[in-house]
């Protein structure tokens, strides 16, 4: 039986990590006062933001509003900075146009809000791709927990084992593994030496014109 392809979202469809780093440094350090260096920021960049938040300040620095309005303001900033330049990883186009030729199932599975899926998908006009679209707002448990591709694969009509991730971080990865699906790896913000521990990462690339890719084709 043929793959099912779910891809991560932010470093994964568009190499737009840096912005949002930038947009948390800027937070977090202006904002905020959380004296993080970059590679701290860098480091957290994973899940939901309000566990980003949690992670950083403690569970009961913020209300649920203030979790909010920080949230969306950061968005605001990381879109405004970006937008100049939204546009899908090198090859992309061609690998969605191929896949879809192939009747190949294809869903999203991102950590990030509607608010910037949308961004994405409607800035890109790419969102009838994809049969399935989970978000922040759809999982009670953000990656590393399984439960933002299993829900893809569910909604898909897929067995986890049927599905390929293209992913970018390692958190992502690990959701990868403990859903029970095989992982291609992108190298827009880690290196490779990042994902050692992990077996089901199948291969590195750094964009979609990799050859090896035609290798998921039948």
């Not at 990381?78 to 939204?86: C, E, G, K, N």
Request: proline fraction near 4%.
């Amino acid at each position: 039986m043929k793959a099912a392809f779910i891809f991560d979202l932010n470093g994964t469809m568009i190499d737009d990590m840096a912005y949002h780093i930038e947009g948390w440094f800027d937070i977090l350090n202006t904002d905020l006062g959380a004296g993080l260096s970059y590679e701290q920021v860098k480091g957290h960049m994973y899940g939901k933001n309000s566990e980003l938040l949690e992670r950083v300040f403690g569970k009961d620095r913020f209300t649920e509003q203030e979790i909010h309005d920080l949230s969306m303001e950061k968005e605001r900033r990381y879109q405004s900075a970006y937008r100049p330049h939204l546009r899908l990883v090198k090859g992309l186009a061609d690998f969605l146009a191929k896949a879809k030729q192939h009747n190949i199932p294809m869903g999203i599975g991102s950590a990030a809000i509607p608010f910037n899926v949308d961004f994405v998908l409607d800035g890109l006009g790419i969102r009838d791709y994809f049969g399935a679209v989970v978000t922040a707002s759809d999982v009670h448990e953000s990656k590393p927990h399984p439960e933002t591709f299993l829900k893809a694969a569910e909604l898909l009509g897929m067995e986890p084992k049927d599905c390929i991730v293209f992913e970018d971080a390692p958190k992502g990865v690990e959701a990868a593994a403990a859903a029970g699906m095989r992982c291609v790896v992108l190298t827009t913000m880690h290196s490779t030496g990042e994902f050692g521990r992990y077996a089901n990462v199948q291969q590195f690339i750094t964009d979609y014109t990799d050859p090896w890719l035609n290798t998921l084709f039948p």
